[in-house]
Nanobody, 131 residues
C-alpha cells in the first residue's frame, strides 16, 4: 500500500532549525519527482521545494538558501532540512508527488522555475516558529 507519512515537525524559536522526514513507501519507483508543500493558517497551499530523479532541486524564493531538500540512498525517505526558521515559515508541511503516467494532474504548483503536478500528499506535520 502506498503511503506518504511526514514527521519531524515541532515548535522552535526564530533562527532555529528542524528536519522534516517523509516515508514515501510505494511511490518512489513510480514518481519522477518528490516535493514539499506547506500551508499557513488562512493561506493557500504553496510549493516549498522539489527534487527530481536526477537529483536536481528547485526551491521557492522565500526558502532559498535556508531549506535543503534531499533523499536517502534508497529514495524511500524524503527530507527537508530547515535552517534559520522565521515566523512566516509556520504551517502544516506536506510531502507530495505525482505518479508517472497518471494523466493530467488536478493540482499543480510552481516551485522555483518549474511547474509540478502534485496529486498525492500525506497528512502533514506541523511546524510552529515563534518570534
Amino acid at each position: 500500500q502506498r503511503q506518504l507519512v511526514e514527521s519531524g515537525g515541532g515548535s522552535v524559536q526564530a533562527g532555529g532549525s528542524l528536519r522534516l522526514s517523509c516515508l514515501t513507501r510505494g511511490y518512489t519507483i513510480h514518481a519522477d519527482y518528490m516535493a514539499w508543500l506547506r500551508q499557513g493558517s488562512g493561506k493557500g497551499r504553496e510549493g516549498v521545494a522539489a527534487i527530481e530523479l536526477d537529483g536536481s532541486t528547485q526551491y521557492a524564493d522565500s526558502v532559498k538558501g535556508r531549506f535543503t531538500i534531499s533523499q536517502d540512498k534508497s529514495r524511500e525517505i524524503l527530507y527537508l532540512q530547515m535552517n534559520d526558521l522565521r515566523p512566516e515559515d509556520t504551517g502544516m508541511y506536506y510531502c507530495a508527488t505525482e505518479l508517472r503516467g497518471g494523466g493530467e494532474s488536478s493540482s499543480g504548483y510552481d516551485i522555483g522555475s518549474r511547474y509540478y503536478g502534485l496529486d498525492y500528499w500525506g497528512k502533514g506535520t506541523l511546524v510552529n516558529v515563534s518570534s
